[in-house]
């Protein structure tokens, strides 16, 4: 079929020896036991990722929340639900890591109450759902000493640029991979997508392509990155 | 497969005639191009009663939320998002329909304000969501002139005989069929379930069964039902 034709085509470990820990697909936040604030995303790109960097030679652990997607051959992969349970997961598996993407869209916001019954029309409360911070998890990863090479995503609705690099910087990334949502094509639902690679000094758009493709340029940019700025441990 | 030696051992065209629209799956209320605020409904429990409801010889139109399972052969099907186009679509629908079958679980609550782009992290009004009523459909297809033979759901994570009987009286039904969530077996996530079925003046359970055959028995129900309180249209 066209994922292994495309991963085949893209022959070559470039990424054998390295462990690579992705992150996929939304989080739930829970309101009630059957109420959750969640978003858009299909984990596509995340698991595409874990496929191609499979097929590169990597040792693939893939952190997932809820998605209707096969699980990828070869990888290690831990499902998750909530953006804590993401966040611990994550950092567990990053202690040993070289490489971490942080492909999930992780929810910003929890409630701040989790409700142990089903809240009923004109209870208490039910009129507002107070939120609270969910923990930073790329930038954690990032914070982590040794540090993984770290590649963030950004999905945005509107002026791409300025907030894909300043995540980069504030959250002292490696690389971020940005995307535009809510438009005609590509992001969240999409088979296809299109990315604006940021790194410190350069950057490169990946065109509109099916997401395999796309993970597979993605994952040979951070190879060759990587290997300009820590050329000991990729020769 | 199963399915279909389920539904070909309830032979009988014991719906021929009749026109049955089925609500399925979760609504998806939006705070933002990628946020929303949903529910664990799989859709299992709809799609199986708009499967059965083609056996059993039914003009059927599914009207179902976003849900991961094949179009039923047979049904027409609507898809909506939100509450409100659930709402819109199946009071259209059941304008002509001769019993509706509210098995979606649609969201009690919408978000006040729908943000056009996406949120950011300590952007005002970030720390709190303010909601508001959604429109109870199944009261309102109870209230219609002519009405449909109205059948509703209840999921419950306690009292469920009290707030199953509550929701058939104060909301008109004909009938409530409901069934308890958030339990080791059976609920939302499931492929079985069991149902304590409600209406005026009786009650039966319908004990732990894949959502199948369980479709197939709450059918068979209606039809009785329908059969005792209208015996000229259903002779």
Chains 1, 2 share one sequence.
């Not at 960097?53 to 809820?66: C, K, N």
């Not at 490169?204 to 040979?220: F, I, N, R």
Request: glycine content about 8%; overall charge neutral.
């Amino acid at each position: 079929d066209i994922v292994q034709s495309v991963l085949a085509a893209s022959a070559g470990s470039y990424l054998a020896g390295l462990k690579l820990v992705v992150s996929a697909g939304p989080t739930r936040e829970p309101l009630d036991p059957v109420r959750f604030i969640s978003n858009r995303s299909s984990g596509k790109m995340g698991y595409a990722l874990a496929r191609a960097a499979v097929a590169a030679g990597a040792d693939v652990t893939l952190v997932s929340g809820p998605v209707h997607l096969p699980v990828p051959a070869g990888a290690e992969v831990i499902k998750v639900e909530t953006a804590l349970q993401m966040h611990a997961a994550v950092l567990n598996a990053c202690r040993s890591a070289d490489v971490y993407i942080g492909a999930a869209a992780v929810a910003d916001y929890r409630a701040k109450q989790v409700a142990e019954h089903k809240l009923k029309k004109g209870e208490t409360g039910a009129g507002m759902i107070q939120l609270e911070k969910n923990p930073d998890i790329v930038a954690e990863v990032a914070a982590l000493h040794p540090k993984p090479w770290v590649v963030g995503f950004a999905a945005e609705t509107d002026d791409l640029e300025n907030y894909a690099l300043g995540k980069l910087r504030s959250k002292n990334l490696d690389m971020i991979a940005a995307n535009w949502v809510g438009r005609a094509e590509g992001g969240f639902d999409s088979e296809r997508n299109a990315l604006q690679v940021f790194w410190r000094d350069g950057r490169k758009t990946l065109e509109m392509a099916d997401k395999t493709s796309l993970a597979v340029q993605l994952l040979q940019l951070i190879a060759e990155r990587m290997h300009e700025k820590n050329p000991i441990k990729n020769p």
